[in-house]
């Protein structure tokens, strides 16, 4: 029984430690989202590499119209806690089911051009198989819709 309970303890240490915690440099500095580091885990519209860009969101009305669009868009989806949404600028958590790993996904509402930037990455690792990526692309075709 002990050594059932001492696994138990380390596997529950090992998937807590899967989170990691929400980084210090993240959010906007004089309106950009930061740059995604040099691993393959992180898609944004303002960076500076070709292999982590995207294009923006464009949108038309108010930036609180496209604000409570992207929110309707995030609470559907499985696994997401908005962490900070002043209107300008929304922090969301995505966690995966098995793991419990924890994905930063962020969205700059820029009004005078009409777009949605976005940063989306990883805590931890180095490849996320496309995740992000992937995750950003559902996230554009809803926002379409």
Excluded: W
Aim: hydrophobic share 35%; glycine share 6%.
């Amino acid at each position: 029984m002990n050594k059932l309970l001492s696994i138990l303890v380390v596997l529950v240490l090992l998937l807590s430690a899967c989170s990691g915690t929400k980084p210090t440099d993240i959010g906007l500095s004089a309106n950009s989202l930061t740059e995604c580091p040099s691993s393959p885990n992180c898609v944004s519209t303002q960076t500076k590499s070709a292999k982590h860009k995207m294009d923006p969101i464009s949108f038309t009305g108010s930036v609180v119209d496209a604000n409570a669009k992207i929110v309707k868009i995030l609470n559907a989806k499985e696994r997401v806690t908005i962490t900070e949404n002043s209107g300008g600028y929304i922090h969301s958590e995505f966690k995966s089911k098995l793991m419990k790993y924890v994905d930063d996904v962020e969205f700059y509402f820029d009004e005078v051009n009409k777009l949605i930037h976005f940063r989306s990455a990883s805590r931890k690792g180095y490849s996320d198989l496309g995740v992000n990526k992937k995750r950003m692309e559902e996230i554009i075709e809803a926002f379409g819709k």
